[in-house]
T-cell receptor, first 111, second 115 residues
Framework: SQQGEEDPQALSIQEGENATMNCSYK?????LQWYRQNSGRGLVHLIL?????REKHSGRLRVTLDTSKKSSSLLITASRAADTASYFC???????????FGKGTSLLVTP | GAGVSQSPSNKVTEKGKDVELRCDPI?????LYWYRQSLGQGLEFLIY????????KSGLPSDRFSAERTGGSVSTLTIQRTQQEDSAVYLC?????????????FGEGSWLTVV
């Protein structure tokens, strides 16, 4: 079942701008992960944030987690055309064996 | 291997035929997952292996779908009597242990088209 839901479904920005994507989920989690997918093929792990963390950085990526609101956000700063991809959040519950993915946000960065 | 390897990359099959999709996980990864992604959709969980056993196969859509894993390594997803709605990208992933705190690594997927 899909637990994470990304918002917006699609986002179009210009190079240099920041891109913010949001993810909401329904049940308690151990951690939340963000993945990137190019052209409908394999997903690449971007960042993992644990339930006891509120914010995490990795290069131009910044992820926040608000467990009280059951939401997370992914911020890509100073976006580049190469950031064009679909971005998915995924949650791993305490009782589940696998990650549940949302439907993703499709990001288009134009030069 | 260096990454998760899947084969074939692309498969076109006639409705009613059986297909086998193969996944070779990262060496040493005990957990293996199969997901399905239809065009423009999110990932649909199919089955999870820990070693050779499948504690969670709840995502398999019908009894036409089955999967096995041998030697704690290679896994095969079999779809019998394929239907057009089976057309999708089938993604395999592996991780060191369970998803609790572990990153999972995906292969490039097998694109299945049923005509």
């Amino acid at each position: 079942s899909q637990q994470g839901e990304e918002d917006p479904q699609a986002l179009s920005i210009q190079e240099g701008e920041n891109a913010t994507m949001n993810c909401s989920y329904k049940t308690s989690i151990n951690n939340l992960q963000w993945y990137r997918q190019n052209s409908g093929r394999g997903l690449v792990h971007l960042i993992l944030i644990r339930s006891n963390e509120r914010e995490k950085h990795s290069g131009r990526l910044r992820v926040t987690l608000d467990t009280s609101k059951k939401s997370s956000s992914l911020l890509i700063t100073a976006s580049r055309a190469a950031d064009t991809a679909s971005y998915f959040c995924a949650t791993g519950s305490n009782s589940g064996y696998a990650l549940n993915f949302g439907k993703g946000t499709s990001l288009l960065v134009t030069p | 291997g260096a990454g998760v390897s899947q084969s074939p990359s692309n498969k076109v099959t006639e409705k009613g035929k059986d297909v086998e999709l193969r996944c070779d996980p990262i060496s040493g990864h005990t957990a293996l997952y199969w997901y399905r992604q239809s065009l423009g959709q999110g990932l649909e969980f199919l089955i999870y292996f820990q070693g050779n056993s499948a504690p969670d196969k709840s995502g398999l859509p019908s009894d036409r779908f089955s999967a096995e894993r041998t030697g704690g390594s290679v896994s095969t997803l079999t779809i019998q009597r394929t239907q057009q709605e089976d057309s999708a990208v089938y993604l395999c992933a592996s991780s060191l242990g369970s998803v609790s705190g572990n990153t999972i690594y995906f292969g490039e997927g097998s694109w299945l088209t049923v005509v």
